[in-house]
């Protein structure tokens, strides 16, 4: 896109106020320069669907076209448009009726399989298709404090979330990337599936009884489900809002949860309405954490005495105690989008993954309610993965897992025929 192009679909964008309310990506003119397309994620949309909208060079013409996809291109002589799902390459053909106007066909799968494929970009004479193929895969990596090295865990399956049952001797996760869910010993032996597809298993956490294991259906249910298997029971049913992340209180009869008003993790929409609520599993009432406006991220303390959350708004990681029902600051520097605290068995630390600018990413472990940061150990040659790559869970002994990227890319030409 020339200069001149871009300044114009700014100020069309600028000035339309239907499209304020997108977030834009993958701005992309035709050929010709007649026509502008780009990919958004609204707030009607669900999360994940990007939508694809439309508009002339000039600005004028706004509209969305009929397809969920994203980082889309034409081929040279604009006859198809090449573009992304969550995992697959589809393409549009288009042709000029008559009349001059612009008729869309029916959209066509062009690539399948175990594998992703991202990145369409037809070669010049629309023979051929050159696609970046990525095959995802995440290892579980224990940190052995006695050798000071990370060891696989888990036999090096491609798992992460893990969390370890009270009594220590089980472990639920999810596998990597197709989200199910799993227990099994701490060994690996007795492994039993719990969830099946279209089911998107995450942040698995056991009852205080060892009996259930709360889960999010990311983005918009938790459910509970037997440790020994059976049909999952979703709790807090809802539509166009965001449900995720749940935690147990000591109780067993009580969890925490998080919500927001909304179909979108982006956006201000999410930040300003996501927040921390309590559920009474035997009354179903729910009440609202006092405060915790603008929070996420929530993981309560074994005890139960305190909570840890994210604030979206102020980019720190805060202290909920239960007994005076008061915030706290624990961390303000080196988090941004936390997804993941670990508590210690004990409930005096909570482990994180820091980001900060000027120093390399590290593990470190908070004293609370002090705040005391200490370091545990240094990733700045570690290159973590998984759909939270800051997810981290402690073993028995307080030992920290992290999960390791191990997910390869390859590009492939895919020659393509048109009917």
């Known amino acids: ?69 994203f980082g889309g291109t034409w081929s040279a002589d604009g006859k198809y448009y090449f573009y992304e799902t969550d995992r697959d390459i589809w393409v549009l053909p288009e042709h000029r009726s008559v009349f001059g106007k612009v008729k869309l066909g029916t959209s066509v799968q062009v690539t399948t399989g175990p594998m992703v494929f991202s990145a369409p970009l037809p070669s010049t004479d629309g023979k051929q298709l050159f696609a970046l193929g990525t095959e995802e895969r995440v290892e579980l990596l224990h940190y052995d404090s006695s050798s000071q090295r990370l060891v696989p865990f888990l036999g090096g399956i491609s798992t992460g979330e893990l969390e370890v049952s009270p009594d220590g001797q089980w472990v639920a996760y999810t596998t990597y990337p197709e989200s199910t869910l799993w227990r099994s010993r701490l060994d690996g032996s007795e492994r039993l599936q719990l969830t099946f597809a279209p089911i998107n298993a995450h942040e698995p956490r056991w009852s205080p009884d060892g009996k259930q294991i709360l889960f999010s259906d990311v983005p918009f249910k938790i459910y509970v489900v037997s440790a020994d298997g059976g049909t999952p029971r979703q709790l807090m049913p809802g539509e166009h809002q965001l449900i995720w992340a749940g935690a147990w209180l000591p109780n067993g009869n009580s969890i925490v949860f998080n919500q927001a008003m909304c179909s979108d993790f982006a956006g201000p929409c ?25 929070m996420m991220a929530s993981r309560v303390s074994r005890d139960g005495r305190y909570l840890t959350a994210f604030s979206t708004k102020q980019d720190k990681v805060m202290l909920y105690d239960f007994r005076t029902e008061r915030w706290s600051e624990l961390l303000a520097q080196g988090v941004e989008d936390l997804c993941s605290i670990a508590w210690s068995r004990d409930s005096k630390f909570a482990y994180l993954i820091r980001e900060q600018q000027t120093q390399p990413v590290d593990l470190v472990r908070i004293s609370v309610p002090d705040g005391m940061i200490e370091h545990v150990l240094d990733l700045r040659d570690v290159t973590l993965g998984g759909y939270w790559s800051d997810w981290v869970s402690l073993l028995p002994d307080d030992s920290p897992l992290i999960m390791l990227d191990k997910s390869t890319q390859e590009i492939y030409r895919l020659d393509l025929l048109y009917p």
């Open 270 to 294: 999410f930040r300003n309405t996501a927040s921390i609520y309590q559920l009474d599993l035997k009354s179903k009432q729910t009440s609202k954490l006092p405060g915790s406006n603008g």
């Open 1 to 69: 896109m020339d200069a001149g192009r871009a300044k114009c679909w700014a100020k069309a964008v600028e000035g339309d106020s239907v499209a304020r309310r997108y977030f834009f990506r993958s701005p992309i003119v035709r050929a010709d320069g007649t026509r502008l397309r780009f990919t958004v994620r609204g707030r009607k949309t669900d999360i994940g669907k990007w939508e694809v909208m439309e508009m002339g060079a000039d600005g004028t013409g706004l509209h969305g076209l009929p397809i969920h996809g």
